[in-house]
């Protein structure tokens, strides 16, 4: 059984940090496209960043410059570190396993937000609240 546990949101002040956590089990994250995205109330899921199983990573415009996307592969967690937070940031986060051929924010952007999580799409967790205040 695929299972993400996102950990790590909370409420934190204007220009503050916060690193989120991905706990992956029954899934490589070593082996696979990974990425988290996000949703604000009455918005739409926002893809943020994807990293592949080299390593290699993508940002959407805005995050790029304050996120940084990891992950340990001997552990198989993912992390976020989020930087320079501001107000728009708040929202729930999602650590995510897409089914993509190409590892991607954009293509995590479209998984996301036309489908559900399941086996022929990809995962996702639970959330994780982060709420930033000035």
């Not at 934190?12 to 706990?23: D, P, T």
Request: hydrophobic share 35%; glycine share 12%.
């Amino acid at each position: 059984q695929v299972q993400l546990v996102e950990s790590g949101g909370g409420s934190v002040q204007i220009g503050g940090s916060l690193r989120l956590s991905c706990s992956v089990s029954g899934y490589s994250a070593s082996d696979s496209c990974m990425g988290w995205f996000r949703q604000a109330p009455g918005k739409e899921r926002e893809g943020l960043a994807t990293i592949d199983k080299d390593g290699h990573t993508s940002y959407a415009p805005s995050v790029k410059g304050r996120f940084i996307i990891s992950k340990d592969n001997t552990k198989n967690i993912l992390y976020l570190q989020m930087n320079s937070l501001k107000p728009e940031d708040t929202a729930m986060y999602y650590c995510a396993a897409p089914k993509v051929h190409e590892c991607s924010v954009e293509n995590l952007a479209i998984i996301v937000v036309v489908t559900e999580a399941g086996p022929e799409f990809g995962y996702w967790g639970q959330g994780t609240q982060v709420t930033v205040f000035s």
